[in-house]
Each structure stands twice: as C-alpha cells, then as structure tokens.
C-alpha cells in the first residue's frame, strides 16, 4: 500500500510529547473547523460517499453523489434504486460494481438490524458489506464526534515522514497516534493531518517551503526539498 512512495515515507526522528502539542496547536489555528471534503447530508449519506471513495478521489465522489443523492437519501430509497441503478450513478467511480453491490446489501442490513440507522459503534458498522476499520473509523469521528483516526495513504506518510507517530502499517501508526495525540485534539486530528497530507506534505514533491509545520518535523529530506523549492 505504500511502498510505491519509497524513501519519502522513511521514518523521521520521534517527536517528543511538546513538538506533538506543537504541531497540532498551529494545524487548529490554521483551520480550526477541519473537516471532510466529502459533501453529504447525515450519517447514511457520509456512510455511502465514504464506501464510494476507496481507492477513489473525494472529488470524483462528490461528482457521482451530487446526482445520486438527489435521487436517493434512505436506505429504502437505495435498495429501490437496486444495484443496476445505483451503478448507473457511481459508473463513473473505480470499482463501482463491488461498491454498488456492497452498498445494497448494507442498506438491507441497516433496515434489517438497525431501523434504517447508521450505527455508532465500530463492531456494528464492520459487519456492513464494505465496512473496514477506515471507514468505521471516519463514520464513527466525522457523524459521531467520536475521537478515532482513520488512518490513510496520508496520514501513514504524514505520521511517519514527520515523526509523529512512525509505524510499520495502518494499525500500528492509528494506535500510536491514538496514544499521542493531545486529547484536546484528538477529535480532529484524522482531519488535519489527511488534509496536511493531501496539500503539503505530499508523496514525492512535498511543500516543505510553505509548511506551517516545518521547524517542528522531524524528517531528515526536508531541507533539500525546501532548498529546492527556493
């Protein structure tokens, strides 16, 4: 999953427990509302964009769900959509045919088992078809306020490039950072770093100049890439 980012994911120093309130102090007071680029309407809405984006951009699908969620809202409405016509909607997505078909079988089992609502809980909403640990993790902090980290192609590079909360897979930095991360912060950490990891801290031509973050990171390469971008 990540080994195609080679050596702009190696490991940094280990940030001490003041450069991790640091750095999460100047992520709020750049944004201090982060949130989502999915655009949706309600936990079931969330549920179905976040099924959409595995391996998807967010938008391209905000693109499909713009249309989609003007036809359908419910999981009632989707299943009466049927998974034909729901893929006439998100076609456009990759691997829309696994989504779609995952996407109908969960809305079956969230009026079968839960009343049409989207639970809050992580052993619930792992048994949808579709549903990892990522993706509970993002319904559960993003609908539910809950402080989980979903943790990304992104914020693995951030966390590990940075020193933050280095690991050797998704588990292992979620963990890590659910362990270090100031609990003021906790609940929108998953926000900030995907978002820092999205338009700075980047795979192979990361922004070091225009970095908020850079006297406190703790990576190795990071001042050749600023010298470069001088």
Known sequence: M??????????????????????????????????????????????????????????????????????????????????????????????????????????????????????????ALEKLPGVGRKTANVILNTAFGQPTIAVDTHIFRVSNRTGLAPGKNVLEVEQRLLKQVPAEYKKDAHHWLILHGRYTCTARKPKCEGCIIFELCEWGEKASFRDKQQ
């Open 2 to 123: 990540h080994s195609g980012q080679g050596f702009l994911t190696a490991q940094g120093g280990r940030l001490n427990k003041a450069k991790r309130a640091q750095i999460f102090s100047l992520l709020r007071q750049h944004n201090p509302a982060p949130t989502t680029e999915l655009q949706y309407s309600g936990p079931f809405e969330l549920l179905v964009a976040v099924i959409l984006s595995a391996q998807a951009t967010d938008v391209s699908v905000n693109k499909a769900t713009a249309k989609l969620f003007r036809a359908a809202t419910t999981p009632q409405q989707f299943i009466d959509l049927g998974v034909a016509g729901l893929k006439q909607y998100v076609k456009s997505i990759g691997l829309y045919n696994t989504k779609a078909e995952n996407i109908i079988k969960t809305c079956h089992l969230l009026l079968r088992d839960h009343a049409g609502a989207v639970p809050a809980n992580r052993e």
